[in-house]
């Protein structure tokens, strides 16, 4: 471990032995150079420095074509909800739309139901759920259940969706891989239940509380669920047990056409993106399950809107996985895309992200989110290279996600004057 990293904007981790400085994977820009702390930092070649030094992915992936786009662009990073806060996709995306993300609480319940076409009625209440695995002491040991692919996860659904509780209609729906929506449809029912997924292996999942009292009756009803579930899931392999989280009704938010005059496209192969997209209103358009498909359908409606919100997934599932070297392949991956993005000649690109996911933490992180916008109007004030340093030397600085629409209608030319 070399010099503790000694700058404000990558705080020390606070951990269960108390906080702690980082022993120096510092992406601050502020921090001094690897250089000045005698240590020699990796060439994008890929020469792996030692682990607590080396770059980010996205500062070690080879992307010559975002690199190249960043020079005749405007850059910064971002800060999606505040100063030090770890966002989830939700909030981390109503930002980047423009919703603030403190003011407009969905729970992902509600995003991963109405992003995978199920019906939400004014009443019922949604739970986003994971396949998992315990031990035989019910400790988590994957959250994810070794990410078991679809084919295997839909029956375990079926079979989740005959449990029945007097006074309610359950409903289990598998949206992708480990993923699927629980819904209660009744009288009285609340969101306002305590999740049980802890977000985190090594711990039990939390039993099903009521966070008010109107709620009791709603939590005893989900803490019924998951006893038949777990007997239901005992003698499976990996998926033997189940975790909630994101109790959410039906959500009511502006419309995003009608704020910004648009009239604006999703295309996210992930079911809980196009959730978040028919929530602001936004026309979900079908598509595959790759990237590459993304961009067909993107190709093929081109036409159609004049806002289109293009979803990529890998880089976090990569990061969520803490596979370095995976998440640099999928920014390689991505790189490969933008020309052909490009190609059709976009009055306003963004590249942005809901939140950062270094795969050192396995997990989402408050750490400023590089981004670029490209526009006519952005020829000369580009960076060398896209990455959380350099862009933090960009020409925008450091800005709230929830701005970055207004600068989008600003560069498309869309704004008008403000005041006399
Ligand atoms: O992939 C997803 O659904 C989320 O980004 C992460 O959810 P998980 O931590 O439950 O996998």
Redesign the pocket.
């Known amino acids: 471990m070399f010099p503790p990293c000694s700058c404000t904007l990558v705080t020390p981790f606070l951990s269960s032995r108390g906080p702690r400085p980082l022993s120096g994977l510092c992406l601050c820009p502020s921090c001094p150079p690897l250089l000045d702390r005698g240590l020699t930092p990796p060439t994008r070649e890929g020469d792996v420095a030692h682990p607590d030094t080396r770059k980010s992915e996205l500062e070690t992936a080879r992307i010559p074509n975002l690199d190249a786009l960043a020079q005749r662009s405007a850059c910064g990073l971002t800060t999606p909800v505040e100063m030090g806060v770890a966002p989830g996709?939700g909030p981390g995306h109503l930002a980047l739309f423009g919703y603030d993300p403190l003011k407009y609480i969905i729970g992902r319940g509600a995003l991963e139901a109405l992003g995978s076409a199920v019906e939400l009625l004014p009443g019922d209440v949604a739970a986003r759920g994971?396949f998992c695995t315990v031990d035989d002491d019910g400790i988590l040991t994957d959250?994810?259940a070794g990410r078991i692919a679809t084919e295997l996860s839909a029956p375990l659904c079926e079979r989740l969706d005959r449990i029945e509780i007097p006074g309610v209609q359950v409903d289990v729906f598998p949206v992708q891989d480990y993923?699927f929506v629980l819904r209660l449809r009744g009288e009285g029912l609340s969101e306002q239940v305590e999740e049980t997924d802890p977000q985190r292996e090594g711990m039990r999942a939390r039993p099903a509380s009521a966070l008010v009292p109107e709620a009791q009756r709603t939590a005893e009803v989900v803490q019924q669920f998951v006893q038949e579930a777990a007997r239901l899931l005992a003698e499976e392999e990996p998926a033997n047990m189940v975790l909630l989280r994101g109790w959410a009704q039906l959500p009511n938010l502006p419309d995003f056409g009608e704020v910004y005059q648009l009239n604006p496209a999703a295309i996210a192969a992930y079911p809980?993106y196009r959730g978040l997209a028919s929530v602001a209103n936004m026309q979900v358009i079908p598509t595959g399950k790759t990237f590459a498909d993304e961009v067909d359908t993107l190709y093929s409606n081109w036409d159609q809107h004049d806002f289109f919100f293009l979803h990529y997934k890998p880089a976090?599932?990569a990061g969520?996985d803490g596979d370095f070297d995976a998440k640099v392949r999928t920014l390689e991956d991505l790189d490969a895309f933008i020309p052909r993005i490009m190609e059709l000649q976009p009055d306003v690109l963004m590249v942005a992200g809901d939140h950062s996911t270094p795969a050192i933490m396995a997990s989402h992180s408050w750490h400023p989110v590089p981004f670029l916008l490209h526009s006519k109007l952005t020829l000369g004030e580009g960076i060398n290279a896209f990455s959380e340093r350099d862009c933090a030397q960009g020409s925008l600085g450091r800005i709230p996600a929830k701005t970055i629409m207004l600068l989008a209608l600003s560069h498309a030319g869309k704004l008008a004057k403000f005041g006399p």
């Open positions: 996709s994971n959250r994810r993923r809980m976090d599932a969520e």
